[in-house]
């Protein structure tokens, strides 16, 4: 028991003096806080400026208008049965009528008629499909009928255009013996005229064919079918 307080007591001794060398020191050191102390040595911080993120927009692709299609109407010299001739009136005031049965706008002019061994060439005139134009070879020009689209005074360019006996032939061209130019062709009254044999061969008409033609008619007329022949024509009795 003795010893121990001896112990204590020496204890308490030491405890005095560390405390009297404390307080003549100056003060406790300050703790150093890292986060709160330090300083940053790096020098200021720089932002680096924000990357656009805004895609430029898509170039507009060019819009092509393909230009309206250039419609183009040409007339042409009518190919065989494009011009027909439709009907032949007798004298005194003779005339035939010409229809373009095609499909095309065809010119009449180029175009011969005949008579053999008359020959007469056609004036420039456009006939639209289905046009009809009035060719006067009498004494009196024809008449303006209703649904014309022309009327042509050609006069006696061809002779008499009788009842009794005749023919009419159209060509493309002055080539009378040619079965490549003759597009149309009639004779009434009697077989063997001077045109008959290119049309035969043309096979547009028929050797030895003709429309008979009775004393009260004024006029034959045909449909206008290309290379029908005699079949499609017939005569007008009657006014």
Request: negative net charge; glycine residues 12%; proline residues 7%.
């Amino acid at each position: 028991m003795k010893r121990t307080w001896i112990v204590f007591l020496l204890a308490m001794l030491v405890a005095a003096a560390c405390s009297s060398d404390d307080s003549e020191g100056g003060g406790t050191e300050p703790s150093t806080t890292a986060d709160a102390a330090a300083t940053t040595a790096a020098g200021p911080t720089t932002t680096e400026a924000p990357t656009d993120t805004t895609a430029t927009p898509a170039t507009q692709a060019a819009t092509t208008t393909a230009a309206p299609a250039t419609t183009t109407t040409t007339t042409i010299l009518a190919s065989s049965g494009s011009l027909q001739v439709t009907q032949v009136v007798f004298e005194p005031g003779a005339y035939v009528l010409v229809t373009n049965v095609g499909g095309t706008a065809t010119e009449l002019g180029g175009h011969w008629i005949c008579r053999r061994p008359s020959y007469k060439q056609l004036p420039s005139f456009t006939l639209e499909p289905g046009d009809t134009v009035a060719i006067g070879l009498g004494d009196t020009p024809p008449p303006d009928l209703a649904g014309l689209a022309g009327v042509i005074d050609l006069g006696r360019a061809l002779g008499p255009i009788t009842r009794s006996d005749g023919e009419i032939g159209l060509f493309t061209g002055p080539n009378f013996d040619s079965a490549d130019a003759i597009v149309d062709y009639v004779q009434w009254g009697s077989a063997g005229h001077g045109r008959e044999a290119v049309a035969a061969e043309a096979g547009i008409w028929t050797v030895g064919a003709f429309v008979e033609v009775p004393e009260e008619a004024i006029s034959i007329s045909s449909s206008g079918i290309p290379g029908a022949g005699v079949e499609d024509w017939f005569a007008d009795v009657g006014g």
